[in-house]
């Protein structure tokens, strides 16, 4: 090991952008789209299962049913509108990034997400720069690499 120029590994964010095509565009509406089916069926099923454990607590309770059995119901109503609510929300925002989409130029880039990745600095090296990278991607294939690495 050399003493004399000490390196240093580091771990970095890299930006993965994307250039839309038709490809790209079908690929991520497909993606959004089965999505949203999965929060659908997630819906459907918790609909479901409210169901089945409101009547269960109304078929072991005396009839008509008490206080204590009226507030175990509210209590599962509660809880399933609550996570109704939460996936509602998110299937909006599913929605909402499918319109957007379909809005995107060809060749535009857009960021498509994040990955990490190490690089080594020594003595005399640009920190900032060295972090700055980010990866073009079209159709899935590195176009470009970007930035200092």
């Known amino acids: ?4 120029n000490p390196k240093l590994l580091l771990k970095r964010v890299v930006n993965v952008k994307a250039v839309v095509t038709p490809l790209w565009k ?12 999965q ?8 609909d479901i299962e409210g169901q089945r454990a409101i009547s269960a607590i109304q078929k072991q309770s005396l009839q008509p049913p008490g206080p204590q059995t ?7 109503q509660l809880q399933v509108n609550q996570k109704k609510s939460e996936f509602l929300e998110q299937k909006n925002q599913l929605l909402q990034n499918l319109q957007q989409v379909q809005f995107l130029e060809s ?12 690089f080594s600095i ?19 294939i590195v176009e470009e690499i970007r930035g200092d690495i």
Request: no cysteine; aromatic share 2%; hydrophobic share 35%.
């Open 70 to 76: 009226l507030q175990q119901i509210d209590n599962i």
């Open 26 to 37: 079908d690929e991520i509406q497909q993606q959004l789209q089965a999505q949203i089916n």
């Open 107 to 118: 060749e535009q880039e857009v960021i498509q997400g994040q990955m990490e990745g190490f």
């Open 1 to 4: 090991m050399d003493v004399s």
């Open 39 to 46: 929060l659908d069926q997630q819906l459907q099923q918790l």
């Open 122 to 140: 020594e003595p005399g090296d640009n920190l900032i720069s060295k972090t700055q990278v980010e990866i073009l991607l079209r159709d899935g």
